[in-house]
């Protein structure tokens, strides 16, 4: 989760449209073929509820205002009628039937495995997503940045208040676009409700989801399958983009990763400014777990001030932050995050709440570690 | 019942129940059970109630006010677990203990003593579970579905506990059914064939054999989860060759039966209440028995329909939808038969019959809740949304709930030997209704709107109907409060209550004397 950074994030996610009638009742109809047969399956299914809670509770509520006690009425004695129980057998079966036609329609078109002009994979982890263009080479995570001031109502709500991301997840419009879902803790659930796109992320396995989505614009959901402390606060952003702009963003994105990549590594990193990276990175990736100040929650989450891998040999600590702990809710970090960020956060830990190792762990020493060079 | 009791007691020192504590503790007497049965069922109504009240509270506006997310979590798997073991299912053995030997003529349950020991379990499985809140790193955070991995690699070391407390919950639940089983099977009076006994004792006897099918499976799937915590096994890790989906199936399978084990007693209690108020016998008593049974078949059959998000083959997606909307045809007939008992009945609007009522109309909102989650295309919007948790709640607050208080205000009378206070039961409905209406209607909207369930906090869009739906919930909870004080000086000072309270109602309970004596029945009554 985003730390405490000002107003800044707001303006990550783009332009936000028009909030959402807060008084709206029913299913939004969507912006794809799909959602639209969904709606229409929705509202069908709807009417039929509706017909049958009116002619059921229109006899209910006739007795309940003419056959009472209190008017004289006096009790029949019928309490057995084949025909009629033979009738409201048979009439909800072929009301079923009725249904399960479209539904299994929709459901096959849903299932279609074709695949599609783009494949993203689409990995959940505590508590963001990671966003993988399997042709692309663009990689990247996708975190809440709604401040952590507005949470705690210290500062007023925007407009897309916990439905807002640092990266969403870019498309082009009109294109069949893939997902693999997976995830790499426990299971997740992306689900962006215009696109009427909801499957879980299970960790192990890969899940199967397809859309395509005409119109451009930014598309909002959240996780929808408990995945623990903050599951309330990890959103799924989608921004359709026309084709042509759709590809000046995926070479722009390529261009900066490559550049960002470089510069970090020909740079000779300081103590000072790998403290000042490395808080940042720590609010971002561990605090949600291992607590702002590093005093971790007991018996949980293990506390980092003056823990000791943390003031152990930076060897181990570097084993530990890069690969996880197998059978905990530690993740590896070495994909998540890159030798730069690795080594800024190592060093702000071991030097931070009083641990004051003195000290410098290097991108180069990552490097080393995790056996790239 | 306590004055009535004792006074009877000092006459037949033989046979009346122990002096003190002790008549609690060693009881076997099927009356002195069921009342510990329900004394427990409404004590641990009310502390989940309390956390309903926590998570409405923090989800009155957005951001987070009361409580940390950690903490909101354990308050949503706790009010999960504590109303499904805690309130509803001892609510149902407490009410079998007491009326099945009263209904079918016979003179206490059949296992006297293992009945003594289900119910004392029960008490010490709870403690153990709460005690988890004060332990460090927490209760129980992951749901009362509890799915692997966070209940598992990622859950608190209170998980352990958790565990023991549902196998001693399951253990309670197995030998209650057992018992239940036995005394209908065994102990009916001469003459009460199967087809001549009341609906109440039918549709227990059905979700008796349900229990005894599912609770081992729970048993189960939380060993199982033991042993990936504890002893180094895979069942649920797929870096070991496990499967975290495995898990889900295992419990739903254990799961949606035990949806039918909270409403099934209910449909016996409605089908008892209805018939009374409306004078006039139940309609259509065969297509009754036979659709419970068929509910209870089909149930085995459908478990998948929780799980239509987790990536089923296509053939599984259609083989769980159209099983589940198969379930809507025996529910129909049911609901039918309630509707056409009431036609040209002679109604009157007694506390219990309000109930009994609003059981129908508001489960049936529920049932086709049900009916739109069972289309899978549809339900990938619905999964795991408020429109769920409005479901859910539909079925087991106004459905189980309602029937529960319903059965409490129609045998109270026969229980206590006093007349509750019309008056204040009426009111007591009243707000009831209101209120569940309040809070549980809103969320189909939020649900639909987007708003994902067990979160602690949600998007400015959801505002206003969560505000609604806290307030609502305010409303319910504290009218409660009504009910045990409508008990308490229903037991202190209610008047007399006659043998047959109400003019319409048959069986053999009402020729028993109100309150029905320590030992009933031991001579068995003659049916015809």
Redesign the interface.
Known sequence: MKPVHGGLLFLAAGASPPLLAAWEVNLPIGVTAISRSVHDLHMLIFWVCVAIGVVLFGIMGWALVRHRKSKGFKPHKFHEHPGLEVLWTLIPAAILVFMAIPSAATLIEMYDRDEGDLTVRITGYQWKWRYTYLDEEIDFFSNLSTPQNQINNLTEKGDNYLLEVDRPLVIPAGKKVRFLLTANDVIHSWWVPALAVKKDAIPGFINEAWTRVDEPGIYRGQCTELCGRLHGFMPVVVEVKPEAEYQQWVAATRAEAEAAKSAAQAKDWTLAELMARGETVYQQSCSACHQAGGEGVPNVFPALKGSAVVTGPIAEHIEVVAFGKTNTAMQAFADQLGAVDLAAVITYERNAWGNDSGDRVTPAQINQALGKE | MTTATTAEGSQAAHHGPAPGLSRWLFTTNHKDIGTLYLVFSLSLFMVGGVMALLIRAELFQ????LVQ??FF?QMTTMHGLIMVFGAVMPAFVGLANWQVPLMIGAPDMALPRLNNWSFWILPFAFALMISTLF????AP???WTF?A??ST??A??SVTYFIFAVHMMGISSIMGAINIIATILNMRAPGMTLMKMPLFVWNWLITAFLLIAVMPVLAGVVTMMLLDVHFGTSFF???GGG???LFQHIFWFFGHPEVYIMILPAFGIISQIIPTF??????????MVYATAAIAVLSFIVWAHHMF???LP?VG??FF??TT??I??PT??K???W??????????FETPMLFA?AF??LF??GG?SG??LA????D??Y???YFVVAHFHYVLVPGAIFSIIAATYYWLPKWTGRMYNETMGKVHFWLSFIGVNLTFFPM??IG???M??????????F???NMVASLGAFLFGFSQLLLIYNIVRCVRDGRGAPARPWDGAEGLEWELPSPAPYHTHQTPPRVD
Request: proline content about 9%; cysteine-free.
């Open positions: 957005p951001g987070l006010q997310p950690e979590n332990m460090e790193g927490g955070n992951f749901g799915y991995p966070l690699t990622y608190p070391p890790n797929a870096a499967d975290p989906v409306a004078r006039k016998r139940v309609f259509g008593y065969a297509s998000t987790v990536g296509l997606e259609l939808m159209f909307m198969l809507a045809v129909g007939v609901i039918f038969n509707v056409a008992t009431l036609f040209r009945g002679s109604m009157t009522l129908v109309v049936t909102i086709f009916l739109m289309i899978a295309p549809a990938f919007q999964h795991d949304t189909h909207f639909l709107a987007g994902p369930r067990r979160i602690p906090d949600y998007a400015l869009q505002a206003d109907f």
